[in-house]
């Protein structure tokens, strides 16, 4: 029987596959679905392919794949594309992403990054729904 983190592991190399399949592509339109009050899904279209991610309910996980751009179910998802954070970054193409690993082997959480390699939007898993989050670059001083 696979252990949290053994499973993790495996499906972090898919995740980061769906990142190269969308490298280098510009972000054409945000959908999110809203289950029983959570954010449970969004699906991102880019050039010609969709980035899907989801909240997992029974593991607090987030998962993701890749689908073509028409294949992708959009049903009950609610066009998100003029809503912040996102309506910065259509236009953009995909840059970087990272998934994240709590300290329990967990994949709980994404970073996103459009135009470049530092990150702009953390997703993040808790209590079966995804949370948003922007990354802000802090500068730092040297001291003497």
Not at 10 to 14: D, E, I, Q, V, Y
Not at 92 to 97: A, D, P, Q, Y
């Given at each position: 029987m696979p252990t949290p983190k053994t499973r993790e592991a495996?499906?972090?190399?898919?995740m980061l596959s769906a990142f190269q399949a969308i490298t280098g592509q510009r972000l054409q339109h945000v959908w999110q679905m809203h289950t029983e009050g959570s954010l449970h899904r969004f699906i991102f279209?880019?050039?010609?392919?969709?980035?899907?991610?989801?909240a997992d309910e029974d593991d607090d996980s987030i998962h993701v794949e890749v689908a073509g751009s028409p294949d992708a179910n959009r049903a009950g998802c609610a066009e998100a594309s003029h809503l912040e954070p996102w309506k910065a970054f259509i236009g953009?193409?995909?840059?970087?992403?990272w998934v994240t690993v709590n300290q329990r082997?967990?994949?709980d959480g994404l970073l996103l990054s459009f135009e470049g390699i530092v990150p702009d939007v953390m997703l993040n898993v808790i209590?079966?729904?995804?949370?948003?989050?922007?990354v802000t670059m802090v500068e730092t001083k040297t001291l003497q």
């Open positions: 495996r499906a972090l190399s898919a279209d880019f050039d010609s392919v969709s980035l899907i991610v989801t953009r193409s995909f840059g970087w992403g082997g967990y994949c209590a079966s729904s995804i949370k948003i989050g922007l």
